[in-house]
T-cell receptor, first 115, second 111 residues
Framework: DTEVTQTPKHLVMGMTNKKSLKCEQH?????MYWYKQKAKKPPELMFV???????INESVPSRFSPECPNSSLLNLHLHALQPEDSALYLC??????????????FGPGTRLTVL | AQSVTQPDIHITVSEGASLELRCNYS??????LFWYVQSPGQGLQLLLK??????LVQGIKGFEAEFKRSQSSFNLRKPSVHWSDAAEYFC?????????FGAGTILRVKS
């Protein structure tokens, strides 16, 4: 089973709202990732967690706040977003972060619209 | 710099025709290479991957890819395209414990 689940599927929020995206995997993977994808573009890496610790932050604005409560769960907390933050947010997981074990499995994404 | 290039932004093929999507990489050593497919509004699905060994790799949905070191290429092929193959295809390379993606190729299938 190589399933990564994401909720919600769609999210509309105002610029003053606080919301969270959730990602879950039960493959025993120790690395989890958040990506942002704009239309007609490849995914852009935002954050990487390895063994529940943040290991990469790709200079993402502080209005995006990741959290990894346990090895199966990854959250992305959103606050005071801008309309340009509207995008598809993808979660992925991999067994480890290096070598062949970096094979990443993606969730279906959350389509975020910021009004 | 390490990079992945997909030269074709769009490709249109007839249903039942063969398909080849091009991918070139820039890296000093033998990279780990991947092909993903993405239907509109969906996540990325792993089609196949290459790490080492046999340079012809079989994947899901009847796809295969061939690693050619001399050409720094990892082209994706399918002998007979189905309408359901219409999607965007991304080639990716592992570098620095991250995935480096190509810009993607949008495949259109005409009946």
């Amino acid at each position: 089973d190589t399933e990564v689940t994401q909720t919600p599927k769609h999210l509309v929020m105002g610029m003053t709202n606080k919301k969270s995206l959730k990602c879950e995997q039960h493959m025993g993977h120790r690395a989890m990732y958040w990506y942002k994808q704009k239309a007609k573009k490849p995914p852009e890496l935002m954050f990487v967690y390895s063994y529940e610790k943040l290991s990469i932050n790709e200079s993402v604005p502080s209005r995006f706040s990741p959290e990894c409560p346990n090895s199966s769960l990854l959250n992305l907390h959103l606050h005071a977003l801008q309309p340009e933050d509207s995008a598809l947010y993808l979660c992925a997981s991999s067994q480890e972060r290096s070598g062949p074990t970096i094979t990443q499995y993606f969730g279906p994404g959350t389509r975020l619209t910021v009004l | 710099a390490q990079s992945v290039t997909q030269p074709d932004i769009h490709i249109t093929v007839s249903e039942g025709a063969s398909l080849e999507l091009r991918c070139n990489y820039s890296y000093g050593a033998t990279p780990y290479l991947f092909w993903y497919v993405q239907s509109p509004g969906q996540g990325l699905q792993l089609l196949l991957k290459y790490f080492s060994g046999d340079t012809l790799v079989q994947g899901i949905k009847g796809f295969e890819a061939e690693f050619k070191r001399s050409q720094s290429s990892f082209n994706l092929r399918k002998p007979s395209v189905h309408w359901s193959d219409a999607a965007e295809y991304f080639c990716a390379m592992e570098y620095g414990n991250k995935l480096v993606f190509g810009a993607g190729t949008i495949l259109r299938v005409k009946s």
